[in-house]
T-cell receptor, first 115, second 112 residues
Framework: DADVTQTPRNRITKTGKRIMLECSQT?????MYWYRQDPGLGLRLIYY???????NKGEISDGYSVSRQAQAKFSLSLESAIPNQTALYFC??????????????FGPGTRLTVL | SQKIEQNSEALNIQEGKTATLTCNYT??????LQWYRQDPGRGPVFLLL?????KEKRKERLKVTFDTTLKQSLFHITASQPADSATYLC???????????FGKGTMLLVSP
């Protein structure tokens, strides 16, 4: 079974709709992240959470919100979707121990299209 | 803000040759730098990490160097294979707390 899962894998929605992307992990990591990836722009950090009570804005948080429901779950919401939020969204986790590599483990991605 | 530059043009090489990818950064002295591999439509996969006090790190056919004076990391794949074809991303952990800033990646194409 995959360690980091994302649902849905693909979503087409209309402008103005509220949608939620969900991420679950079985790695036992404290730290979770949401990124979006656009052609030519690379991966950009939207929000991150270092534990259940910690939420932080990333580089491009406007138009997004997150919820850390449990150590294993981190969801991303678009309150009112707009076409320029069309992108590939990735969730990632990391152990957060500075003695370790702190590599990030990515989910398979959610391809979101806003019409 | 810090800037990370990777060659936007694809690197085309023949099987068996060594591929060398470059990552340059400005405006910061990162505690460490990471390299990831990404296949089309899939999430990045961690390959190697090199710390600021390390000059070189190796893993099988992969080698990463880190020159903090030049603010540059080089990523080498020796004896390249078509299966190595992918986009390679470098990322800086500027804070030391795992908030990574990624480069845009360089696509590597290895032809048989």
């Amino acid at each position: 079974d995959a360690d980091v899962t994302q649902t849905p894998r693909n979503r087409i929605t209309k402008t103005g709709k509220r949608i939620m992307l969900e991420c679950s992990q079985t790695k036992g990591h404290d730290r979770m992240y949401w990124y979006r990836q656009d052609p030519g722009l690379g991966l950009r950090l939207i929000y991150y959470s270092f534990d259940v009570k910690d939420i932080n804005k990333g580089e491009i948080s406007d138009g997004y919100s997150v919820s850390r429901q449990a150590q294993a779950k981190f969801s991303l919401s678009l309150e009112s979707a707009i076409p320029n939020q069309t992108a590939l969204y990735f969730c990632a986790t990391s152990p957060g121990d500075r003695r370790m590599n702190n590599e990030q483990f990515f989910g398979p991605g959610t391809r979101l299209t806003v019409l | 803000s810090q800037k990370i530059e990777q060659n936007s043009e694809a690197l085309n090489i023949q099987e068996g040759k060594t591929a060398t990818l470059t990552c340059n950064y400005t405006n910061y002295s990162p505690a460490y730098l990471q390299w990831y591999r990404q296949d089309p439509g899939r999430g990045p996969v961690f390959l190697l990490l090199i710390r600021e006090n390390e000059k070189e790190k190796r893993k099988e056919r992969l080698k990463v160097t880190f020159d903090t004076t030049l603010k540059q990391s080089l990523f080498h794949i020796t004896a390249s294979q078509p299966a190595d074809s992918a986009t390679y991303l470098c990322a800086l952990d500027a804070s030391g707390y795992s908030t990574l800033t990624f480069g845009k990646g360089t696509m590597l194409l290895v032809s048989p």
